[in-house]
């Protein structure tokens, strides 16, 4: 498993329990790798990915709302949403990373997490947003990776 494929699913794990469970960010990701032994690198991306999200998440919930015709975001399925929204933080956020390698990442996830469906309903969403970015899909933005975020 790449390093950043396990970053990506720990940051929904977070994103995930922070849906359910309010409080500082910083005490949950605290109480969050306590059961688990990330690299320095993997731990980074996952924690500026949720960093990022939940700075972002009005953002976000605005443009997911926009791309997923006829479905309310707070309706949606909890792990679909916070894939999404950690997808779409990426897309928006990381010119290192072509949103096409996002996308296949938040599906990958979604069908491991929830099912063929939520793969498929993710695909959907995400690949709307996609044509919309103003960068191309199958490479890398210029630019650097994405910045980490501090506190908020």
Not at 41 to 63: I, K, N, P
Not at 82 to 105: F, G
Request: net charge negative; proline share 5%.
């Amino acid at each position: 498993m790449s390093t950043r494929h396990e970053a990506r699913q720990w940051a929904v794990q977070v994103l995930f329990q922070r849906d359910f469970n309010h409080g500082e960010l910083a005490d949950a990701l605290a109480e969050f790798w306590l059961e688990r032994k990330p690299s320095a690198h993997a731990r980074g991306f996952a924690e500026t990915l949720v960093r990022g999200v939940e700075q972002h998440r009005a953002e976000l919930d605005e443009l997911l709302q926009r791309y997923a015709e006829n479905w309310d975001v707070k309706r949606m399925g909890a792990v679909d949403r916070n894939v999404m929204r950690a997808a779409l933080y990426e897309m928006l956020y990381c010119p290192d990373i072509p949103p096409v390698v996002t996308i296949n990442e938040a599906v990958e996830m979604a069908k491991e997490f929830s099912g063929m469906e939520s793969g498929k309903f993710v695909n959907g969403i995400l690949d709307r947003a996609r044509k919309d970015l103003p960068r191309p899909a199958r490479t890398a933005a210029g630019g650097g990776p994405c910045a980490p975020h501090s506190e908020t």
